[in-house]
């Protein structure tokens, strides 16, 4: 393995030479610096990921903590996009990703121990579905800096999808479109679920349509199974609603495959929104109308946070960073004419 002392001799420097210009310091010069640079490259040298961890003591290693009831991991197409965007800036700073669990191979562990196993710089929470678990609170209350997207919690910087002007977004352009039977069938509980939920009846109710707890059904995310149940029991009301707006965009898939089923149309016979934004949401057909999040720009900022409290410009008291989205207008919300 090719090292520091092999590039001086190559290069007929100092061995502190060759380490401040492949660590960019100032006080060697730029004709220097790229000849090193060069000789090194040439030469197959990498550097030692546990001789920098002893000198500035950091890892350059990033936790991500995912864990959600439906098990769907990566599959999971919104989360996997935002997880995206936050391994694209981990990876422009020079960070590498471990994902967190609370086991390796046989060991069990908690959150926090798998933490300090893997010596990570810090976490990023970003899609958990009991933030009252023990082992989650046990590491938002550590000394490990932590970002949480979606949550918001006491000493640790939060990244939130704005969830209610999503939603108000949603309910609002539906209503333009001549509907006034507005079902929304929502999500596991969740702070998410809350603020969406919160954000439709009060989007009503600003628009003198009363909320009408027959058109409220709680499913489950990323559930086609589930949503296909409760969206084939709304249209089988007595009076029945115009448009549903789903938990999320693959749960469309269900309540298509009930309407079908029960030989309806979208959205000739009955209108459907989703939310999020996924790229499935453009190839269904029809076309879904949906509310696109900025995940690319949710995990960026994500990353970003984390990276300053690790190194310590920000505190773990750092105002919220909420990120707008915006409606995808599709074909699946019909103009009612009224």
Do not use: W
Request: hydrophobic letters at 40%; a negative charge; glycine letters at 6%.
């Amino acid at each position: 393995m090719v090292s520091i002392k092999d590039i001086a001799a190559a290069c007929d420097v100092s061995i502190a030479t060759v380490s401040k210009a492949l660590n960019n310091h100032k006080d060697v010069s730029e004709s220097t610096k790229a000849m090193i640079r060069d000789t090194a490259k040439k030469l197959g040298y990498l550097p030692n990921s546990q001789a920098r961890a002893l000198k500035t003591n950091r890892t350059y290693n990033l936790g991500v903590l995912f864990a959600e009831r439906a098990q769907s991991g990566l599959t999971h197409s919104h989360f996997a996009a935002v997880l995206n965007g936050f391994k694209n800036e981990a990876e422009a700073n020079g960070y590498d990703i471990t994902f967190i669990s609370q086991q390796i191979g046989s060991t069990k562990m908690t959150f926090y121990e798998h933490c300090v196993c893997r010596n990570v710089d810090g976490v990023v929470v970003a899609c958990v579905d009991d933030f009252e678990d023990d082992g989650l609170n046990e590491l938002l209350k550590s000394k490990v800096p932590t970002v949480t997207i979606d949550y918001e919690s006491p000493g640790s910087p939060a990244v939130l999808s704005n969830n209610t002007f999503g939603m108000k977004t949603l309910v609002e352009y539906i209503y333009k479109m001549g509907h006034r039977k507005i079902a929304y069938i929502y999500g596991d509980t969740s702070t998410v679920t809350a603020v969406r939920l919160k954000s439709y009846e009060d989007t009503l109710k600003s628009l003198n349509i009363n909320v009408r707890s027959e058109y409220l059904l709680q499913g489950r995310y990323h559930d086609p199974v589930s949503t296909e149940k409760l969206a084939a029991e709304l249209v089988k009301l007595d009076d029945p609603p115009t448009c549903i707006i789903l938990p999320d965009d693959f749960s469309a898939i269900g309540a298509m495959t009930a309407f079908e089923k029960l030989g309806l149309s979208v959205p000739e016979d009955i209108s459907i929104a989703g939310y999020d934004g996924i790229l499935l949401s453009e190839f269904l057909n029809p076309k879904l109308t949906t509310f696109k999040q900025d995940t690319d720009k949710i995990g960026a900022e994500a990353a970003k946070l984390l990276i300053a409290m690790i190194k310590k410009e920000i505190s773990g008291d750092a105002p919220v960073t909420v990120i707008d989205g915006y409606l995808r207008e599709g074909l699946s919300v019909k103009k009612i004419d009224r």
